[in-house]
């Protein structure tokens, strides 16, 4: 386990109402993005390289709220994408017998569109509610913390 051994927030750079939580953090290496490409051999390498990192950090009440409901929110989001396909599959359905081709495609389009707003509203949610880490390693990581400054937004922490 890494502990961060700071008095303030490591979202925020708050210093009031901190609470320690512990947590699990991966690792995305370049070796795991290009071994996604190949298929099944990306779960292979995620296995084997992307190993979950534990940390102790304090985290504001706010930020500390907002970082525990992160799953419940992944799981909330994949059923809206799930209610959205269904949606969209009967609206296909019913354009194509009334727009023939041209509604199969706005349906298709539709779909796609709303996956890719969806997942760039995910990665920007996530990338706020989450600790910046500049660098991870399995013996230290790096956290950039707003509100610093840039001398002292970088703050290490080595395994205990």
């Known amino acids: ?33 290009l071994a996604g490409c190949a298929g099944n051999v990306g779960f292979l390498a995620e296995y084997f390289v992307n190993r979950a990192l534990l940390f102790d950090a304090p985290f504001c009440s706010p930020c500390a709220e907002k970082y525990v409901s992160l799953p419940k929110a992944s799981q909330l989001l994949h059923l809206a994408w799930v209610s959205i396909i269904f949606v969209a ?57 707003p509100g610093r400054s840039l001398n002292s937004s970088r703050v290490v922490a080595t395994k205990f």
């Open 1 to 33: 386990m890494i502990t961060l051994p700071f008095k303030i927030c490591i979202v925020c750079g708050r210093s009031e109402n901190l609470t320690r939580l512990s947590f699990q953090h991966k690792r995305v290496t370049a070796l795991t993005q």
């Open 89 to 145: 599959i009967l609206a296909t359905y019913f354009l194509n017998g009334i727009c023939g081709d041209v509604g199969f495609i706005l349906g298709l389009l539709t779909v796609v569109f709303t996956r890719v707003a969806i997942r760039i509203y995910w990665s920007s949610y996530v990338k706020k509610t989450s600790p910046n880490f500049e660098k991870l390693t399995a013996n230290e990581a790096i956290v950039r913390i």
